[in-house]
């Protein structure tokens, strides 16, 4: 029987993608929350400035992903025309770089240059992306899968702490929004660790401590300030 393991780094897009939107929709729309509360506004300003933030948030992220995962495909797109330009010149040459790349990783030349004749035979440009470029179908730029990723992501994380800020007496908000957003963290931590393989503690303890430190800073500006909206 073919032996299997189950490997995760296929998940490493679309992970990162979700759990940046999560962590910076709950966040950013707690800290928001906070800093407004502390600075003495009346709970309708509060909830306004949270479903902006969600609002514009979610948007920004999109872009952002959009924008900054587009520049890695436009990368990879021209690093494949000149991969695929030297082919068409210089076959004989671009055999011998691949076959390099194996000895270098410990194939005998002979064998190495063997491996890479075949492999260039069946898929010339993909041999040559995967282990002279490093580009393979788990890595490649994702532009639009990024963009809604950490759109939903973001709205979901950034509901959270909106829907405790609904549900609980202003004199209580900024203790429930706070506790309630560590906690939210932490099993976002949890959950991105266990879907990518990684410990549980760890994920959890650092999203949940570097969020609740963000949390904190925004509620001293508002508490400084004393802005009443």
């Not at 299997?4 to 950013?28: C, K, T």
């Not at 509060?46 to 514009?56: E, F």
């Not at 797109?77 to 990783?105: F, G, H, M, P, T």
């Not at 759109?151 to 429930?176: D, E, Q």
Request: proline residues 2%; glycine residues 8%; charged residues 15%.
């Amino acid at each position: 029987m073919p032996h299997e393991e189950e490997h995760r780094s296929h998940r490493s897009g679309w992970l990162r993608a979700a759990v940046m939107g999560a962590n910076d929709g709950i966040v950013s729309t707690a800290s928001l929350i906070i800093g407004v509360a502390a600075a003495g506004s009346s709970i309708e300003n509060i909830m306004l400035a949270g479903v902006a933030g969600l609002v514009a948030g979610a948007l920004s992220m999109a872009a952002g992903e959009y924008v900054s995962v587009s520049s890695q495909s436009d990368i990879e797109r021209a690093d494949l025309a000149i991969e695929k330009q030297s082919l068409e010149e210089n076959y004989e040459l671009e055999v011998l770089e691949l076959a390099k790349i194996y000895q270098d990783r410990g194939v005998e030349f002979e064998l190495a240059k063997k491996v890479a004749r075949q492999l260039m035979e069946h898929d010339a440009l993909g041999a040559h992306a995967r282990d002279d470029i490093g580009i393979s179908e788990v890595s490649s730029a994702q532009p639009f899968a990024a963009a809604a990723y950490s759109a939903i992501t973001f709205s979901v994380g950034a509901f959270l702490p909106l829907l405790m800020a609904w549900l609980v007496p202003l004199s209580w908000l900024i203790t429930s929004v706070s506790a309630s957003s560590v906690l939210f963290l932490a099993v976002l931590g949890m959950l991105a660790a266990y879907v990518g393989g990684a410990p549980i503690k760890i994920g959890a303890f650092r999203v949940a401590f570097w969020g609740a430190i963000a949390m904190a800073c925004t509620a001293a500006v508002g508490q400084l300030f004393e802005v009443v909206v």
